[in-house]
């Protein structure tokens, strides 16, 4: 640690000796979110190539949105939090930021509600072993339905953390990690 200069702030000093740590961190979060965007470009693909050799999908009525129009909102408003939580973050106003993940941990269970909702009634004129199409949605719902759990895991182990704000010591940027794979699995939706 550096030496404390008169008028330097606190967070100043705790930020100097971090260099590398701090990258690695912010860089591992997002190749693990640029593999998982991989899956989910792959899943697409999938979506779209079986579409084409799959002529019963055009015969199918199309899927009812409300539950999922519903659920955008719901993840849609959870990023918003969050993100404000990220400023509250920046800003050393920790107890709002924490109050805010768990806002977000919240609407993540009530997504969660919604998905168990969106399914049972998808499984009364769709299964997974109907056809191609049955197989792919369930196969892409139930892994975004994972990562959000996965995200949920993040953002409560952060909620858990005795300090959320840069720290000299990993995780650096805890809130700011957490709330980069949140963003990224609320865009996959």
Known sequence: MST???????????????????????QGM???IATEASLFVVLFFAYFFLSNGDWRWLQQEPPQITYALVMLAVLLGSSAVLR??????EAGRFAEARTAMGFTI???????????????????????????YGSIFYTITSFHVLHLIGGMLMLSYVLLLPRIGRTNRPPHRAYSDAASYWHFVDIVW
Do not use: C
């Open 4 to 26: 404390i200069h008169a008028g330097q702030a606190p967070v100043e000093i705790l930020l100097q000796p971090l260099g590398i740590d701090q990258a690695r961190g912010r």
């Open 30 to 32: 997002l190749l693990l």
């Open 84 to 89: 404000w939580g990220e400023k509250q973050v």
């Open 106 to 132: 919240l609407l993540g269970f009530g997504f969660l509600v919604l998905s168990a909702f969106e399914y049972r009634g998808h499984l009364k004129h769709l299964t997974p072993q109907m056809n191609s």
